[in-house]
T-cell receptor
């Protein structure tokens, strides 16, 4: 177990709705990254937060947004849900932003959009 | 952009067989390379990593060597067990704005039969 916890574990939403996913990072980790893993694919980078600031963003539209709190926990918000947003959303925390720093992944939130 | 290509699956082997899962990458600069494993219903776990050319990462009997000349990081294990059944992802780190993100291959599903 990595110490990274995500909630909820499963979620079903209707197209057009909004959703908030939550992540508690491992103790002492100040960097949180979010990934989207579509069925049968590798995870795709959404964005990263470092010390409460967005630190880098992948190729996702602005309706994907996030927050990081002073305790370094994080939220991923998705507005105007589309069917293609159905995926496993993974949160990863790390001690810092460095390339050699290990990222610890949570178990993910399975989002289904109907 | 940077990318990772993995051997297509699924791969099915008998217990105690030799395993190779091929991984090649395209990157500017000198990325760190990783193998992650995903068991059913779980998030990603780091299996091993290598941070520079000719480094060998190893863990739980698995090995991979960072080959800069062939841009490869093939995963090997001499004798697989049923418990090794999972999806394996090759990944590299790359910089995006201020962040270091992981770029994943598409994953290789491995099934070991008793």
């Amino acid at each position: 177990e990595t110490g990274v916890t995500q909630s909820p574990t499963h979620l079903i939403k209707t197209r057009g709705q909004q959703v908030t996913l939550r992540c508690s990072s491992q103790s002492g980790h100040n960097t949180v990254s979010w990934y989207q893993q579509a069925l049968g694919q590798g995870p795709q980078f959404i964005f990263q937060y470092y010390r409460e600031e967005e630190n880098g963003r992948g190729n996702f539209p602005p309706r994907f947004s996030g927050l990081q709190f002073p305790n370094y926990s994080s939220e991923l918000n998705v507005n105007a849900l589309e069917l293609d947003d159905s995926a496993l959303y993974l949160c990863a925390s790390s001690l810092n932003r460095g390339s050699n720093t290990e990222a610890f992944f949570g178990q993910g939130t399975r989002l289904t959009v109907v | 952009g940077d990318s990772v290509t993995q051997m297509e699956g699924p791969v099915t082997l008998s217990e105690e067989a030799f395993l190779t899962i091929n991984c090649t990458y395209t990157a500017t600069g000198y990325p760190s390379l990783f193998w992650y494993v995903q068991y059913p219903g779980e998030g990603l776990q780091l299996l091993l990593k290598a941070t520079k050319a000719d480094d060998k990462g190893s863990n739980k009997g698995f090995e991979a060597t960072y080959r800069k000349e062939t841009t490869s990081f093939h995963l090997e294990k001499g004798s697989v067990q049923v418990s090794d059944s999972a999806v394996y992802f090759c990944a590299l780190t790359t910089a995006i704005q201020g962040a270091q993100k992981l770029v994943f291959g598409q994953g290789t599903r491995l099934t070991i039969n008793p």
